[in-house]
């Protein structure tokens, strides 16, 4: 085992920076090797510093924890652990209890931050650890990209595109909701945008301000309505806007 490691924390809120370091600073073991606010700042910091530990916070203003290790999945080939730091409690342990990664619930009690600790000492002190980080980032992110995790008000789902048939966004609740394949409904994240939904996968398809449809299960247009295939075909409520229409006739063309 090493002397020494370096661990670098990625947190928005200056408040979680200053907790982890001074915690950290009573871990003779590990020094601290930087801290960032932004999720491209802390990318940055990765490649340059390559640590041993990294704290990473699931949600900040760029993008989150999440998508920040997908963009660097293929560049990290040294044995880091990561520690997703978060103020929401259950927000994504079923995912993480399926992977490696480890979990700080924010805000920590001392036993709990030596338990993390305690537990990456230990890890690292093993054989496997060259093969541990990619293993889990293999069980978070899977080859097949049609699998994604979709962040909703319970915590991230783990979705496949063909679950989808759309999502609708009731301005009376002012949230989005995803209605799935096996007819049940499941509301998103408060304040999840139209653009954040479209970025999860190039199927998914806006058809007006309400509603974004998976694009797999449109079946036809007629004149402006959305008619699916099933399991969704009952659904006549799917009409395209006319600032959409043209973008989705070209989309459904393509198909």
């Avoid at 370091?21 to 801290?35: D, F, V």
């Avoid at 997703?84 to 399926?98: C, G, I, V």
């Avoid at 496949?160 to 048939?165: K, L, S």
């Avoid at 939904?197 to 974004?212: A, C």
Wanted: a neutral charge; aromatic letters at 12%; one cysteine or more.
């Amino acid at each position: 085992m090493k002397d020494q490691f370096s661990a670098i924390i990625i947190d928005d809120e200056i408040i979680g920076i200053s907790n982890l370091c001074t915690s950290l600073e009573s871990i003779s073991k590990i020094s601290i090797g930087g801290t960032a606010q932004t999720a491209n700042k802390g990318k940055e910091l990765i490649l340059e510093r390559r640590p041993d530990l990294l704290f990473l916070d699931v949600e900040m203003p760029d993008m989150s924890g999440l998508e920040l290790l997908r963009e660097l999945k293929d560049a990290i080939n040294w044995p880091m652990q990561v520690v997703f730091y978060t103020a929401y409690d259950k927000y994504l342990l079923n995912a993480l209890r399926e992977s490696a990664f480890d979990f700080l619930l924010k805000p920590y009690t001392n036993s709990e931050f030596l338990l993390v600790i305690n537990r990456f000492l230990t890890h690292m002190g093993s054989k496997d650890k060259e093969a541990s980080l990619l293993e889990s980032l293999s069980n978070l992110f899977p080859r097949d990209h049609s699998y994604f995790l979709i962040a909703t008000i319970r915590g991230y789902k783990a979705l496949r595109e063909e679950d989808i048939g759309y999502f609708q966004y009731i301005k009376e609740k002012k949230h989005w909701y995803v209605m799935l394949q096996n007819q049940s409904c499941i509301q998103l994240k408060r304040n999840t945008s139209a653009e954040d939904i479209l970025k999860l996968s190039s199927s998914f398809t806006q058809i007006s301000q309400q509603y974004i449809i998976n694009i797999a299960y449109l079946g036809m247009i007629e004149g402006k309505k959305c008619i699916m295939q099933p399991p969704f075909e009952k659904i006549d409520k799917l009409i395209i806007s006319r600032n959409f229409f043209n973008s989705v006739q070209d989309r459904f063309f393509m198909i």
